[in-house]
């Protein structure tokens, strides 16, 4: 998309600022010309899965034609476009000489290193520079220090109170309780029915063919004749009615449920429509009560509440704290993990049947829910001691919905624990019998799940076990690992020592497993 004309602004908007409801969209200025761009600096910090690249360049060339269909000056400019501009900032320059630009504005980004890259533009583009608020998130950047609390329940609460969601007229909390978690842990039943996902089917063939051009690398699987994921504000809301009708009645029960079967369960998947903005976060907290009230014979409390939870208060949660702890959050290291990824974590190829399950289902769909990416592959690399830079890497790359805000919080805080217990308040360190309690696919796993020990045993057991020994001295005094402590002093020496035997034994060989 191309445009012709004088302008005396330019405005940007990144690839996850797609919010149509924007104060800058109320007026049509002719002299504003938008911009949105596919930037190769965008395809090379890591590696990305395929369907994330495409749903991002296809929800940006549809934000693209909606703008210009409301008469905005719209530029959208492809790879081809932007391929001799090495960087963000030597593209708005070219951009600024080129329509004679007096001024240029840009919304808050959510990524430390595009918000250090933008504000320097004051210093190099030719005319003054503006930032204006995203508009989007319902705390300020600096939230972690503006609520009294930095635990995510009383973050959570103090939210609650303040938006005024799930509270009686008298402004206590539905139920006469703030948190229904303790109910929202079941294993799904053989019996259940599983919803068919929604799922789009967007032609993105001539997206496929500038990444072929340009020889673009990702992992994962794509079909670009049929992509899945919402591309446009209709279609994501589509999604959120969907959820509302099909999963919600289920959704906190079995949220942290692990079966072979669905690879969805009655998750949402709206993730990837809040976090490009596509969706408002209040707009999906606000249906979700209403449809809630509106059934409340049908759906219980505990449902809604869970996935409320998730949106309003984990979701700012992590954000606040990324704002808060950026840059130096990025680099934290605390227990010293330092063991490269295994390759299979990129084919999904191990005899472990949760982390196979996982990954494949990862490479398939760009998607797994947070139990899949807390205590499958989130706990193996814990338990392995895998140097949470590749972790993040990974995690960065893999998944559609993830940007660095979310990302990172979630995997090097709440999954590696290397923040030191910042945001978790233990390690989310697992056995196999989490596994095994949650799902199904120790049934049919090469590793027996009831052994700790020897070449058959489970290697989640032993390298559970591993962890907590090799930590004991920066860990044996966490309130909430003082009982499993006590459980491992309690077993005879040679018993511990055939389990860490065990575990050196695999941790020797992870690229086999």
Known sequence: MSTAG????????????????????????????????????????????????????????????????????????????????????ELLNALCSKYDIERFEYQQPDEYRLDRQLSALSRTLPCPVTCVDSEHFL????????????????????????????????????????????????????KVELPEPLKFAHNVSAIEDRLRRHQVETIGEADPERLIWPVSRAESRQLLAYFLRYCLADFGRYQDALPTRGWSLFHSRLSFSLNTKMLHPLEVIRAAEDHWRANSDDITLAQVEGFIRQVLGWREYVRALYWAKMPDYRSTNHLQASRPLPGWYWTGQTGMACLAGAIDQSLQYAYAHHIQRLMVTGTFALLAGIDPDEVDAWYLGIYVDAIEWVELPNTRGMSQYADGGLLASKPYAASGQYINKMGDYCKHCRYKVKERTGPDSCPLNSLYWHFLHRHEERLQDNPRLKLVYANWRRQPVEQQRAILDTAESYLGQLETL
């Open 6 to 89: 004088r302008y005396s602004c330019l405005r940007l908007i990144l690839g996850d600022q797609l919010h149509a409801g924007h104060s800058w969209f109320r007026t049509v200025d002719p002299d504003v010309l938008y911009v949105l761009a596919e930037l190769p600096q965008e395809l090379g910090y890591v590696r990305h899965h395929r369907q994330k690249v495409l749903a991002f360049f296809a929800a940006m060339q549809t934000f693209a034609r909606a703008l210009a269909q409301a008469d905005h000056a719209v530029l959208h400019l492809t790879l081809d476009d932007t391929k001799d501009h090495a960087s963000l900032p």
């Open 139 to 190: 705390t300020p950047r600096d939230a972690w220090n503006k609520y009294p609390n930095t635990r995510l329940e009383y973050f959570y609460r103090a939210l609650r109170k303040e938006y005024r969601v799930l509270l009686t007229p008298e402004g206590t909390p539905e139920g006469g309780q703030w948190n229904y978690d303790a109910e929202n842990r079941q294993r799904l039943p053989d």
